[in-house]
């Protein structure tokens, strides 16, 4: 058997084994079972109907927004579950992204032409979890100093930090060429995946598939791993001990939990998303740049994390979906009606954006604090509260 | 079982704690008394890792234990409730108590995310046991009612289930009859004795004398940081110390 296959049959082995624990934990009875196959079908086909009704152009909006729940969802590791806000996370989304850029580039020809002269160019299988895990390091890098401090001085922390790494970015084109400044990396290798690059049109079965549409399906998979983990982990012994320091640090502590290792592993586990993230997204931008990663990025994924429902999967990806594709919708849907209306662009859909998103968080905090799908734990801390006889979750998987 | 020697602790010039020495053996309920501001929840604090003492040492079961780390000292055996109740609020009464077992399982995030045979196992053992504490310290209904739902007696029980899932040796109780009516004391007594009866040694504190002097097989009195005075309550109660103490000696 050859290293490849044998490698693939690996990879294999373990999908199967998590697509079976993820079909056995929430498809179980025939119900569900028709559901999952529903929205998956929907899934699959979703890009090739985005394509047919909005064109391809949004088929790309589709992909960022996987994207993007990608990263609002290990965001929600730090800030829903272990209740650590965390203001900074772009910078592993940025780390990742840096990690596959130097790796899979002609870059480092630059800096290094003696060891590198065709610059690196490593598969994506290798970058891909190296990424994840040097975003991890760095998550767990960030989240040593901050152990002592909550709330307010985590976040602002936290902030600093983000900045750092994107100051660095911006700066680590000398003395030595690490990063190329605020020109950034270009000419990034495209994902491939078996041999097959993305960045190409495939015919399959006789069905065009264009880069685009290859793009979304590999997001599609990561962002199930994604979720998979999440609620693995939700639900688990190390899950109810970052809720326990959520609650009460200081009871959780007396009560036995090491809350300096499990903060930490919850940094590191959020970070690894976000990482993952990056990689992903410089394989299918091609170019990265510091401008990517500033403190409004940041904001946003923590918006989409709050404004969804903290702590609760499903309402972190309807509010990443959601403030992914809302200036997108803007941008179509202002511009044309200004023209009909006055006959020229009076107001830029950007600053438009900025302005209705405050709106809409000023609305929502006053009418759905916990978010617009709250999770169960937020949903009972704002007092909206079911009957006691609610079936708690393990009962729902025992 | 618990050997405290020459525990002080000061508050920048506030001496909170000095001198205190004391000795609980395995299986009786030692109870700590003194008036209001004496120290006895500073005492805790020590003896359960919140806070660092800044003299002395304390032994426990056979080791030695300066620096504070509640996590460390919960491992080794000691648990421990609040005097202000600090359950986690917003889950459910079993929720609480299955994070007490967090010590002593084991299954990380490879367990969590495989969720193999082992781990399973593990988290049906959690659960069930949860389940037994609850109905054991009288709660057994309300385990899907959120902790901060359950009433103030109710509190307190689930407070001392979540300290046992931890299979303590030594559980430290701060004012568990605190707020409680007659029948509810009454009712923790009787708990309290069939805790010490399975073998956990129970430190207590506790200001409602009745429940001390007719549950602790020794007493220790605290006044000013210090303690004046300790031995069998009959004893304790005729101290002229002591009763200086709590009813203010004048100039003897």
């Known amino acids: 058997m050859s290293r490849r296959s044998l490698c693939g049959s690996l990879r294999f082995g373990l999908l199967a084994t998590l697509l079976r624990g993820f079909f056995v934990m929430q498809f179980s009875d025939k119900r569900n079972r028709l559901k999952f196959w529903l929205v998956l079908a929907a899934l699959l086909l979703l890009p090739f109907i985005t394509d047919a009704l909005l064109g391809r152009s949004w088929v790309r909006i589709v992909d960022f927004a996987m994207l993007y729940i990608m990263l609002a969802l290990g965001l929600n590791i730090v800030v829903g579950y272990a209740g650590l806000l965390d203001l900074g996370y772009i910078a592993f989304f940025a780390v990742g992204a840096y990690c596959y850029a130097l790796t899979g580039s002609p870059h480092l020809a630059l800096a290094f032409p003696m060891m590198f002269p065709a610059g690196v160019h490593l598969p994506f299988w290798i970058v891909l979890p190296m990424a994840a895990l040097v975003a991890g390091g760095f998550g767990v890098l960030l989240g040593a100093p901050t152990l002592r401090l909550r709330g307010d001085y985590l976040a602002i922390v936290t902030l600093g930090f983000g900045e750092i790494i994107r100051i660095f970015l911006n700066n680590l084109d000398a003395p030595v060429n690490l990063t190329n400044g605020p020109q950034g990396i270009s000419r990034i290798d495209p994902v491939s995946?078996?041999?097959?690059?993305?960045?190409?049109?495939?015919?399959?079965?006789?069905i065009v598939f264009p880069a685009v549409h290859l793009y979304f399906y590999l997001f599609l998979a990561f962002t199930a791993l994604v979720v998979f983990v999440s609620?693995?982990?939700?639900?688990?012994?190390?899950?109810?001990?970052w809720m326990a320091i959520r609650e009460d640090e200081v009871a959780a502590s007396a009560m036995g939990i090491d809350t300096r290792n499990l903060k930490l592993l919850a940094f590191a586990m959020g970070a690894m998303s976000g990482g993952a993230s990056g990689a992903l997204f410089a394989g299918f931008q091609g170019f990265v740049s510091p401008e990517s990663f500033s403190l409004m990025e940041s904001v946003m994924v923590l918006c989409m994390v709050v404004l969804g429902g903290m702590g609760n999967i499903a309402g972190v990806i309807f509010g990443a979906i959601l403030l992914a594709l809302l200036p997108e919708v803007l941008r179509h849907i202002v511009v044309p009606a200004q023209q009909a209306l006055f006959g020229r662009t009076l107001v830029d859909p950007e600053s438009l954006?900025?302005?209705l998103f405050g709106t809409a968080l000023i609305v929502m905090m006053l009418y759905r604090p916990a978010g617009l799908l709250p999770s169960r734990v937020r949903r009972r801390e704002l007092g909206a509260d079911e009957p006691a006889a609610e079936t708690s979750v393990y009962d729902a998987t025992h | 079982m618990l050997r405290t020697s020459r525990i002080g602790k000061k508050f920048g010039g506030l001496s909170a704690?000095?001198?205190?020495?004391?000795?609980i053996q395995r299986g009786e309920i030692y109870g700590l008394i003194g008036p209001n501001g004496a120290g006895k929840t500073t005492l805790f604090n020590v003896l359960t890792g919140l806070y660092?003492?800044?003299a002395g040492e304390f032994q426990f079961n056979g080791a030695h234990y300066r620096a504070g780390k509640p996590h460390v000292l919960a491992r080794a055996g000691i648990a421990r409730t609040f005097q202000n109740i600090r359950l986690f609020a917003n889950l459910t009464a079993l929720e609480n108590v299955m994070i007490g077992r967090h010590v002593r399982t084991r299954a990380g995030v490879f367990g969590a995310l495989l969720r193999n045979r082992a781990t399973r196992d593990e988290e049906r053992a959690i659960t069930e046991r949860s389940r037994e504490l609850l109905s054991y310290v009288g709660v057994g209904k309300s385990g899907q009612t959120l902790a901060k739902h359950l009433s103030y007696g109710e509190q307190r029980r689930l407070e001392?289930?979540?300290?046992?899932?931890?299979?303590?040796l030594l559980l430290a109780l701060d004012e568990p009859a605190a707020g409680m009516n007659a029948t509810e004391t009454a009712s923790l007594k009787t708990l309290l004795q069939t805790i010490r009866g399975s073998g956990i040694t129970v430190l207590l504190i506790e200001h409602d004398v009745k429940l001390i002097m007719g549950l602790c097989d020794r007493v220790a009195v605290l006044d000013y940081g210090r303690k004046i005075a300790e031995g069998v309550p009959e004893q304790v109660r005729k101290d002229p110390a002591v009763i200086a103490a709590y009813l203010g000696g004048g100039d003897e």
């Open chain 2, 160 to 168: 001392i289930a979540r300290a046992l899932a931890t299979d303590p």
């Open chain 1, 231 to 241: 609620r693995r982990l939700e639900r688990s012994r190390i899950g109810r001990a």
């Open chain 2, 17 to 23: 704690l000095s001198d205190v020495t004391l000795h």
């Open chain 2, 52 to 54: 660092q003492p800044s």
């Open chain 1, 353 to 355: 954006r900025m302005l």
């Open chain 1, 193 to 206: 995946v078996a041999g097959v690059s993305l960045n190409s049109t495939q015919h399959i079965f006789g």
